[in-house]
């Protein structure tokens, strides 16, 4: 007959890894990347997705050095360049971008990264038609992510 703690040591091993915390589940893969005009930053298009009456895009800024960014939703926009469309950010009933904004500033993001860190953007828009199967997203301080496929 073993000892108690000989067999709560070896309960304690059996049950414990499955106790052990998951990892975070990795990263989407990326629609589509841009390089930047900010130094050492890369914008990745993570989701651009048709929900109802919205459409609702996703950017991840990751920065390979230190680096700053700022993006104004006055700047941004969905380009339907076949219909002659420009579909601009929506704004709550108080003038707020629905978007990541930074705290006081309801049109804007803005920060600072280091070397290896990434922020998530986000950002909501009027659906184009449903006919409507890919279309363009500008934004400042970098190339459009043109004739992007919109995820139903």
Do not use: C
């Not at 003038?95 to 290896?116: D, Q, V």
């Amino acid at each position: 007959m073993q000892p108690i703690s000989t067999v709560l040591v070896a309960l304690a091993f059996t049950v414990l890894p499955a106790l052990a915390p998951a990892q975070a589940p990795a990263a989407p893969a990326p629609i589509a990347s841009q390089e930047t005009n900010w130094p050492g930053i890369t914008a990745d298009l993570t989701e651009f997705r048709r929900k109802g009456n919205t459409l609702t895009a996703k950017l991840r800024l990751t920065a390979t050095s230190k680096s700053e960014y700022a993006v104004d939703y006055k700047e941004v926009s969905l380009v339907d360049a076949a219909a002659g469309k420009k579909y601009e950010v929506l704004k709550d009933d108080k003038g707020t971008y629905l978007a990541a904004t930074r705290p006081g500033w309801p049109e804007k993001i803005y920060g600072e990264l280091a070397a290896g860190q990434s922020v998530l953007l986000w950002m909501k828009f009027p659906a184009p038609p449903a006919d409507v199967k890919t279309i363009s997203l500008t934004l400042p301080s970098m190339a459009p992510f043109d004739d992007v496929a919109i995820q139903d």
